[in-house]
């Protein structure tokens, strides 16, 4: 195997070692890796001429993003003492770094993840760039795991206990200002300027050896009273609970364990974080997070087509819309500095659409609202037009109107003749059959669905909808451009509500059948939230829309009669103008928020008197039965789904619940959760709801899965 890691002397008394994976986007600490370490490591402290080393990376952008997640996995089975002694291995390997007879300096250009920022902890000091895309975290809490490797132990002596455990708990990155300003590095300086500083620093660390007396310090325990000591566990513990509902046991895991260990030296901190590591490797949400982790980083690597296909560059935008959805794709295409051209039949909601989008996309989280430098910046990269020549005029015409066929399709007869050959015409629908709006297309093929899900701004899954014709380039086109804005998309063949919306008629019909069978309505949505979804069905179709959400299953009753109905209550609802948030009235009522994202509905005492009358006679549905019924139709649908194969693998069914309707990542997707239960243990909680119809009936894929004893997920 070719080297991973180079040596060389930057100055005679220098060492660097520079990491460097071969045919590796990103450097990762595989065991291989780690033993090329240990092997520089014994060569270089045996050396009596170095004032010190320097460790960096020879990839842009990246220091080194971690351990080798595969090879963990390898061992999930594994018994406890082997994930103690792994822990042990990786920790003791990691910390000759702070007994190197010379100074050792980590050099930050690019993100540094988990493992790669335990070893740069162990190191004395540490140097990052300015750059934007210097990061540093501790993100193994969203594993289901904790930092294993001595990061909890070291990370609280360096930058103080409440520092360490807003970083471990809340497993997000910091840049370099922040990082400088909590003392987790010694500066934050320009990319061209780190090796000299790192020479710098090392001559200044030889004068004053502060650097020996750092190590002494962060050998023993940490300097923290009784008070300070209490007062954090109590917020923090409050805190971490608030914010996991006690889903992801790690942060809480990971706080308890800092807390108990501050006031040990080193070593035995570190024996107490191997032994916590070893109740958290292999439990059921590590599982279920690891999963979600490999999800993501396939589809980060797929290009949505099979076969070597080059996608064509998209330098520029047309959205046809400058409504909620169409202000929302030009926002974030306008962020990523992708010039935008915007129109609408109605001139006074063009010119709303462009305020917004300069807002959006010149929102800045510090002052929690617009910055006028940003807005200065994007401003000029929206373009409002009356012309559909100048529309015509970008890589991609976007469609973003009124979820009518015949609107659409009347938009595309006039914008296709005038687009050049390379371009491609674009469909934001959510429902309805690419065959279909492509049917009267002169290039079928440069036509195709691109999907984004409400709030563009929030929602990172985009379905890339192939119609019959829809050529390899141009869903590969696709792909590559919602990558490009920073959205997770899912290419999906056409068919009625193509993935997403297909499983969430499923879910949400069945939360109004519930309703009619007596179920009341707080207990419907704490069955969801309960089972792990971010808010109930009822809220759910308060947010869509009512009237949205009734065309949308108009469409799946069309083409699915034999499992879906039309509700007697939706269109009750309809007649009556409540459509949901946007008119501040629909299953709930919200007082002086109609329209507002996150806005709290409140019962209403009218919304009873209008769905008594649909009330079915007969003994109202258990909460075990409520929970089975919401989400065993959403099951079945993935089945047909992948028996029709609307997509190419069950992980892109897992990732686009988890992405597109808020699935609970801790349970590792739909499939996942199906494979934790066994297709029998699936059908034999079918049993009981098969007189309800054909939404229930065992699917060909289900069954032959029982019988056979196969899973989803081989």
Not at 373 to 379: N, W
Not at 606 to 613: C, E, G, H, I, R
Request: net charge neutral.
């Amino acid at each position: 195997m070719d080297s991973a890691i180079s040596l060389t002397f930057p100055e005679p008394d220098v060492a660097a070692l520079t990491f460097d994976l071969p045919g590796k986007g990103a450097n990762i600490l595989s065991q291989a890796v780690l033993a090329e370490l240990s092997a520089h490591l014994d060569a270089l402290v045996k050396r009596t001429d170095l004032a010190g080393l320097v460790i960096r990376s020879g990839k842009p952008g990246i220091f080194i993003a971690g351990a080798d997640i595969r090879e963990f996995v390898a061992h999930q089975d594994a018994k406890r003492e082997w994930t103690v002694e792994m822990c042990h291995r990786g920790r003791k390997l990691l910390q000759r770094l702070s007994h190197c007879p010379f100074v050792t300096v980590a050099l930050i250009d690019g993100v540094s993840l988990g493992g790669g920022t335990e070893l740069a902890l162990w190191c004395d000091r540490r140097i990052m760039s300015t750059s934007p895309k210097a990061q540093i975290g501790l993100p193994e809490v969203k594993l289901g795991l904790y930092p294993g490797w001595g990061g909890t132990a070291r990370l609280p002596r360096i930058v103080g206990l409440s520092n360490a455990v807003e970083m471990i708990c809340g497993g997000e990155t910091i840049d370099g200002k922040a990082a400088a300003a909590m003392g987790l590095v010694q500066a934050a300086v320009p990319s061209e300027r780190l090796e000299q500083a790192a020479i710098d620093l090392i001559r200044a660390e030889h004068k004053t050896r502060d650097y020996v007396k750092d190590r002494q310090r962060w050998s023993g325990a940490i300097d923290i009273s009784d008070t300070e000591l209490y007062f954090l566990g109590a917020t923090a513990s409050a805190y971490v609970q608030q914010q996991t509902k006690g889903r992801y046991p790690a942060p809480l895991a990971a706080l308890e364990m800092m807390l108990e260990a501050a006031r040990m030296d080193i070593e035995a901190a570190c024996q107490k974080e191997a032994e916590g590591m070893a109740e958290l490797f292999g439990s059921p949400v590590n599982r279920a997070l690891i999963n979600v982790f490999f999800l993501t980083d396939r589809n980060k690597k797929d290009p949505g087509v099979a076969g070597d296909v080059k996608p064509a560059p998209v330098r520029s935008l047309s959205v046809c819309g400058a409504g909620l959805m169409g202000t929302g794709i030009a926002a974030i295409a306008v962020k990523r500095e992708i010039p935008v051209i915007l129109t609408d039949v109605n001139p006074a909601a063009l010119d709303k659409g462009v305020a917004a989008i300069i807002e959006e996309a010149s929102y800045n989280k510090a002052v929690k609202g617009p910055d006028a430098q940003r807005a200065l910046k994007y401003a000029p990269l929206v373009h409002p037009t009356a012309s559909d020549a100048d529309l015509a005029k970008a890589d991609l015409v976007l469609e973003a109107i009124v979820e009518n066929p015949d609107v659409k399709k009347k938009l595309f007869a006039r914008l296709e003749p005038l687009l050049s050959a390379d371009a491609i015409l674009a469909s934001n629908t959510s429902t309805i059959p690419i065959a279909r709006l492509a049917a009267d297309l002169k290039r079928p093929d440069r036509f195709c669905g691109i999907h984004f899900f409400n709030p563009v701004r929030k929602m990172p899954l985009v379905e890339v909808i192939r119609g019959p014709k829809t050529s390899d380039q141009t869903v590969a086109t696709a792909v590559a451009f919602v990558k490009a804005i920073g959205k997770t998309p899912i290419a999906v063949n056409d068919g009625p509500g193509f993935m997403v919306n297909r499983m969430l008629v499923a879910y949400m019909n069945e939360a109004l059948e519930l309703l009619l069978d007596g179920a009341a309505m707080k207990d419907i949505e704490k069955a969801a939230t309960s089972f792990g979804m971010p808010v109930g069905p009822l809220t759910l179709y308060d947010m869509v829309g009512i009237d949205t959400a009734f065309y949308c299953g108009g469409v799946m009753y069309e083409a699915f009669p034999d499992r879906c109905s039309p509700s007697p209550l939706l269109v009750q609802m309809l007649k009556k103008q409540r459509l949901g948030q946007k008119v501040g009235l629909g299953f709930y009522k919200y007082a002086l928020q109609a329209g507002k994202e996150g806005a709290k509905g409140e019962p209403d005492p009218d919304f009873d008197a209008l769905v008594k009358p649909h009330i079915r006679s007969g003994k109202p549905p258990t909460k075990e039965e409520m929970t089975s019924r919401l989400f065993l139709p959403m099951l079945l649908e993935a089945t047909r789904i992948l028996e029709d194969k609307i997509v190419r693998d069950v992980r892109d069914v897992d990732l686009g619940l988890i992405f597109g309707l808020g699935f609970p990542p801790f349970k590792g997707g739909l499939c996942f959760w199906a494979d934790t239960l066994g297709a029998a243990k699936v059908l034999e909680m079918l049993k009981p709801f098969e007189k309800l119809g054909a939404r229930f009936q065992p699917t060909p894929m289900l069954l032959g899965m029982a019988r056979t004893g196969k899973k989803f997920y081989a």
